[in-house]
């Protein structure tokens, strides 16, 4: 049986050094699948970003890939499934509508991890509204984790979005998604297409950075 490629997709001014690419790589670790796991740098441009991904996705069309989405990479992740059949997505509070958000992010941003400076347009806002999805071919391939303590963006339209998903939706945590750690058992399994989800259990709300 050909091992599951495990791809960690990070979010808006993120980068492979965020904490839970880096969790997510220590369990691996444990489990000796760290050489089926990548975790792409993404430019700020959405085109090559997703360049970037499909690459990675379409290299062994008949490889089994997970898709670990968080935010703005919940969005990728989407368009990822969308395109390509032999994908799955765990999404960690996906941006459902990214262009109407970074809206209030135009001029210039730097990147927390690598201190890259560059200047948000409204073709990055295009080039997001060009990746716009519909009704989703099959919710079975998807897996929502959302905290209700996002504050970055509202947790009840993903969801919505993904209302026909198995969905984990914790009350509390944070757009960062505490307590990350206690999910990850979850992942392999929805790899083949189990749910296996712990009972939510409320976490307070928090206004942390991550």
Known sequence: MTQTLIIYIHGFNSSPASAKARLLHRYLLTLGLAEHYRVPALSHWPVEAMQKLEALVSAEPERPVLLIGSSLGGYYSTALVERYDNCRAVLINPAVEPDRLLAGWLG???????????????????????????????????????????????????????????????????????????????????????????????LPFSQLEH
Not at 182 to 187: H, Q, R
């Open 108 to 202: 210039v941003n730097e990147n927390i991890y690598t201190h890259e400076a560059y200047m948000l347009t409204p073709q990055h806002l295009e080039q997001l509204r060009a990746l716009g999805q519909g009704p989703l071919r099959d919710p079975s391939r998807y897996l929502l984790l959302q905290q209700t303590g996002d504050e970055t963006l509202d947790y009840r339209e993903a969801v919505e979005r993904y209302r026909d998903c198995p969905q984990f939706v914790q009350p509390g945590g944070s757009h960062g998604f505490d307590r990350f750690e206690d999910l990850l058992p979850a992942l392999l399994p929805f790899a083949e297409g189990r749910v296996e989800l712990p009972e939510p259990v409320a």
